[in-house]
């Protein structure tokens, strides 16, 4: 196929190489010696063939055919040539163009990033943003960033800056938050709270060797969920300090309590009942035995002691916090049970059960 190109001088020509291509079978016939049709010969016209056009139709000799011929080539080489370099010109140009905006833009990115950062830079040194990042920081950390954004009150952000540097509450932080501050009374902040009543009284303990500020202590741990701590503490009580049957049943009470928030019930029961022989007359001991036996699943021995820590000064609500928070501890199929003994006991006192219809 390119031999034949090439003795005809077209092998410049895409079709002249490709079978079947109209060029090509124009050269099979030239090649045969058969003549040619008007409509190829048009063709060869419309291709600038002059010279093939004039050899089909026997006009001029192949030697003279290949002079002329090959200039037509050298032109239509020469022009390819043009139209190629032309196309390198022009992609080059736009390549360049493209490159030129791309650089103007990452010119233009990086003035905006520059001054974006010098920006940033200049508002994060001005104090009152200082202040205000401390504040969301602050508002964050105990579970109030829902507040993020409005105004909030002034004794509260004072609180929490006292608060977040370790210092304890004021007589006058918990009378607000109790009061006039109670939406801002959180989770987090109140075992922040209790978290720094233990502290100080563990430290009072460590200064004045009263075990009743280990009882505090022990108390504020565990509301803070820090019972291991409190049990470390009570442990460290010697036996001669506990001189006196109400400083003892407050020590059993207490340690029975932390024994309850370590899940360890048969322990929390020893604590509760030598709690109670030490003061029969105290509802604390009652209050703890009657919330180990309900968790136990022993709910006429608890009710028992309930009604025991009523009798002796326990509030009928403290009680009923106490069987809310185990009622919402247990999974779906305790809580099922524990609904239907409160039902049962009392469907006015504990309709709430009836608000909870699946476990955590």
Not at 106 to 129: G, H, I, L, M, T
Not at 148 to 171: N, T
Not at 269 to 292: E, M, Y
Request: glycine letters at 6%; proline letters at 3%.
């Amino acid at each position: 196929m390119m031999d034949l190109a090439k003795r005809y001088l077209v092998n410049d020509l895409p079709g002249a190489t490709i079978p079947a291509s109209r060029l090509h079978n124009i050269l099979n016939t030239l090649e045969q010696g058969r003549d040619l049709s008007a409509i190829s010969l048009s063709y060869m016209s419309q291709l600038g063939l002059f010279a093939l056009q004039q050899l089909a139709q026997r006009k001029i000799s192949y030697e003279a055919f290949r002079e002329v011929a090959g200039a037509e080539q050298s032109r239509r080489e020469q022009a390819a040539e043009g139209e190629r370099l032309a196309r390198e010109l022009t992609r080059l140009a736009k390549e360049a163009e493209y490159k030129a905006r791309e650089t103007a833009r990452f010119v233009e990115f990086e003035r905006e990033r520059q001054r974006a950062e010098a920006a940033r830079r200049a508002r994060e040194s001005d104090p009152k943003y200082i202040a205000k990042m401390r504040d969301q920081r602050l508002l964050e950390r105990y579970g109030l960033d829902q507040f993020i954004g409005r105004q909030c009150p002034a004794h509260l952000m004072e609180l929490l800056h006292r608060v977040g540097s370790g210092k304890r509450f004021s007589d006058e932080d918990v009378l607000w938050l109790s009061t006039e501050g109670k939406n801002y009374y959180s989770d987090l902040l109140k075992a922040a709270f209790h978290e720094r009543e233990a502290e100080f009284y563990a430290a009072e303990y460590g200064r004045t060797n009263d075990p009743w500020n280990v009882v505090n202590a022990s108390g504020h741990y565990r509301k803070c969920k820090q019972a291991k701590k409190a049990q470390d503490l009570l442990a460290m009580i010697p036996a001669d300090q506990q001189r006196t049957p109400k400083l003892e049943s407050a020590i059993r009470t207490t340690h029975g309590g932390v024994m309850r928030d370590l899940g360890r019930l048969d322990e929390a029961l020893s604590k509760g009942n030598q709690a109670h022989i030490l003061r029969p007359k105290d509802f604390r001991p009652c209050t703890l035995l009657g919330a180990v036996n309900f968790e136990l699943g022993n709910y006429d021995i608890a009710k028992e002691w309930y009604s025991k820590a009523i009798e002796r000064g326990a509030s009928e609500r403290a009680i009923d916090y106490d069987l809310r928070g185990i009622f919402l501890r247990a999974d779906e199929a305790r809580r099922a049970e524990i609904r239907a003994v409160l039902l049962r006991e009392d469907p006015v006192r504990y309709k709430w059960v009836k608000n909870f219809s699946a476990g955590p």
